[in-house]
């Protein structure tokens, strides 16, 4: 077993990794695994890992239907649904090829369902078209106009994934140290320390994958100049528990391309539940999961950025509605209800919401894809958005392949 080299009043390693979400473990775990010789350390400021976004989502292992073909999106999306299916599938962990319907219930949908359907295919998927009746037959809660079927998608428990991975961390000789909030980064030439409470620890190489703190994170070492984190709450429901047959596969609606969220969706979680969400709205409050959350820190800053106001002056209408539909359950039932009519308030039961990290700039744009900073001795995942959880593996494989010299960017 590696331990930490104790100089006193400090414990040096090789690596530390900050932040004890998916993304982090992931690079954690297989960059111990990588040489028994080198010491990695990870640390979570909570008391136990998953606890913000890795722990809050819908738990779709996406297949790669949306994304730029040839980006590294759609690249890290495609190959970390098979390394998520293998992992779960070997390591005894919650997880199911369901199937994914993309649904349209309008004549604009359906021709954005026929782009989204090449995309597919650019994106090396096998869809399948669907008419109406074959839609119905197929599920016959739900309807549209026309739909398309991905088999490659499924659901799988992320936390669980996160626990396994952080136990074979430990067993190949990484250490966690939890309940541990870094507060400093100080990079010298030959080393890097990093102030945390409580501790001090040094290494040679830093990776964070701190979710909504990144821009903090960032800019504690002057990176992160241009873009601010703004935190979207993701809101579910639900179906109450007699309904849990009424869908087979995942049911999606066609997402407006202009946003880089998926739309209200059914979505059946590994524990039997269907899930119905998320919407996306102003969150007040980075890691407030509650309705009335609100911190001023975060509140401020958000409020002082310039590209929250471009953002939020370019999505106005959109934003309005997201905010009506999640005061009044009855909107939020519109959502559903045009593709699964059978669906009525009564039928939604609470759930716990998700916040988004998601990185805007500053003349607003919300970004959709990966954004890695570095300095000499450290890198930074500063926007990691949905589907970071399906990717996760390849995303840390690619960061210990940059931290080996094996690429020098990745983007
Ligand atoms: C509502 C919602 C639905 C989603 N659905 C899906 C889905 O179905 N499929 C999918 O693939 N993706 C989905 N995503 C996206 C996915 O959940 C995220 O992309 C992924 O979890 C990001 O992981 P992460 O490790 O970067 O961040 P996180 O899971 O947020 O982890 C960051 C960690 O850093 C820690 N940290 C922060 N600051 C510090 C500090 N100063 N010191 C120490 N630790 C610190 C935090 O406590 C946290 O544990 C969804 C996201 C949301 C919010």
Redesign the pocket.
Known sequence: MNSAINHGRFLKFDFII???????ISTAWQLQRSSDRIRVLL????SF??????G???????AGVYYEPGSLKARFCREGAQATYDFCRENGIACEQTGKLVVATSDIELERLHLLYRRCLENGLDPEMLGPVELQELEPAISGTGAFLVRESGIVD?PGMCHVMLEQFRQAGGTVRLN????GITEHDDKIIIH?KPGTFHASGLVV?????ADR?ARLQGLGQDFRIVPYR?EYYRLRPGLNGLIRHLVYPVPDPALPFLGVHLTRMTDGTITVG?NAVQGWKREGYGVLNFSLRDTAGMLGWPGFWKASARHFRHGIREIRNSLWKARYVNEISKYCPSITADDLEPHPA????QAVTRDGTLLHDFLIERTPRSLH?CN?????????IPIGRHICDILSGNHSTLG
């Open positions: 900050i932040g004890g979400g998916i993304v982090g640390l979570e400021k909570e890992v998953a606890r913000h976004q890795t809050h989502n819908s738990g779709v292992i996406h992320f541990t909030e870094v507060t945390a994958c701190a979710g909504l703190m994170l993701g998320p998700g916040i988004r990290a995942v990691a958005p949905s589907p970071a959880a399906t990717s996760a």
